[in-house]
């Protein structure tokens, strides 16, 4: 009797959405493999048992679930926030930095259960497809990828729906949201749809997870963060794990509308893209940071760290998370952060998180320099030459020009 052959194996990034469960039968079709659904726990809400349940029901031979919430806020949000990176002065990121989390996993799924091939639904137009191959090859550059939209003849929605229809794969009878949406235990993002015209404004109803702020409470709120080498480690006294602190976070500063952008960003495929974003919980500790880091971090280190910050954002965004330029910047951005701990006091209040007060062991503000009053410390007589000094450039330059007009 002639023994079969084992078939090939495939780790597929798995939401449950029409897209991958439509792939998961389109893999076995056209690669004759065995597919395994992964699926990443990034604190997304979703009924994770229940995805897991129609991945082996539509054919997947196994499923596995990652709960990656604690390692994503730890190792990925915390360290990005060290370095204040903001996208195009704007984003932060909230997508961007899942991606590498999540495709470091599924390398990891893809070594365990030794997988030829890893697959993902992201389209052929959008970054997340950048993002994720810049990992698997950064991380396991032997590995082979399957990226069903870049060789698939179909076009949309509408051809997705006819293959499951003839397949049997069932297709959510929900009306079609107008706009996508990604979710993590960070933000959650709207683009695509009805907001793909940047006159139009977004749905009120759309937001989940930040109150209208014309709605938001009329009696402001104030909340105490404390921080230890530039991470949030207790809110309001109360110490919890990363994930536990951003989400108690989320809900506060949400139940005021704070954390909502509107922006057209550039892809890096070369596009321009309208994207909607509420990050409740980031955007207080993007600014409570900043408000220690202005305490206890010196001048020209602080502007150095400004001076890289859009490098540092860009890289993420555009998926080198894993390369070595990020990794020698993130070495020089935690270097700066050694003395940024203490507490830092802000007020959430209609949409809006105003820092109200810092304080810091490593504090370099000290009221002796600082003081109108009279003082010891400091000679105003010194200004005279400090001044003079630095006006040398200007004068000379006002010198040579009254020269040249009287020469013409």
């Not at 079709?29 to 809400?45: K, M, N, S």
């Not at 029901?57 to 806020?73: N, P, V």
Request: proline residues 5%; charged residues 30%; aromatic residues 8%.
């Amino acid at each position: 009797m002639a023994v079969k052959k084992k078939k090939d194996k495939v780790v597929l990034a798995y939401s449950g959405g029409l897209d991958t469960s439509v792939i998961i039968q389109w893999l076995k079709d056209t690669y004759d493999v065995e597919v395994i659904a992964y699926i990443a726990d990034l604190g997304q809400e979703e009924p994770l048992q229940e995805i897991k349940k129609k991945a082996l029901k539509t054919g997947a031979s196994k499923a596995i679930i990652s709960d990656l919430r604690e390692e994503f806020i730890s190792d990925y949000v915390w360290p990005m926030l060290r370095g204040n990176a903001l996208y195009q002065d704007r984003y932060m990121l909230g997508t961007s930095i899942a991606r590498p989390l999540i495709a470091k996993e599924h390398v990891r799924i893809a070594r365990q259960e030794k997988a030829k091939y890893v697959c993902h639904g992201a389209t052929g137009k959008g970054n997340d497809q950048i993002r994720f191959e810049l990992t698997f090859y950064a991380l396991a550059p032997d590995i082979q990828v399957i990226a069903p939209w870049r060789e698939w003849e179909y076009k949309g929605r509408e051809d997705l729906i006819k293959y499951a229809k003839k397949h049997g794969i069932p297709v959510p009878v929900t009306k079609k949201k107008p706009y996508s949406m990604d979710r993590n235990l960070f933000h959650l993002s709207f683009e695509g749809g009805i907001l793909e015209d940047p006159w139009a404004e977004p749905p009120r109803d759309m937001f989940q997870l930040t109150q209208d702020p014309q709605k938001a409470p009329a009696k402001p709120q104030e909340v105490t963060l404390s921080f230890e080498k530039g991470d949030v480690t207790a809110i309001n006294g109360k110490a919890e794990t990363p994930a536990q602190l951003l989400q108690r976070l989320n809900k506060l500063a949400g139940t005021h509308g704070v954390g909502r952008i509107d922006l057209v960003e550039d892809r890096f495929t070369g596009m321009k893209s309208r994207g909607v974003y509420e990050t409740p919980g980031g955007t207080v500790i993007h600014e409570a940071r900043r408000a220690l880091e202005s305490l206890t971090v010196d001048r020209e280190v602080r502007l150095l760290l400004a001076q890289q910050m859009p490098k540092y954002a860009t890289a993420i965004y555009n998926g080198f998370w894993f390369a070595p330029e990020r990794e020698l910047m993130q070495k020089t951005i935690d270097s700066a952060q050694q003395s940024v701990t203490g507490q830092v006091r802000v007020r959430l209040y209609k949409g809006s998180c105003t820092v109200l007060g810092r304080q810091s062991p490593h504090s370099l503000f000290n009221e002796e320099y600082a003081t109108f009053e009279s003082d010891d410390v400091y000679r105003q007589s010194d200004a005279e030459g400090f001044i003079r000094l630095n006006a040398l450039r200007l004068k000379i330059k006002a010198i040579t020009e009254k020269q040249k007009r009287k020469k013409s």
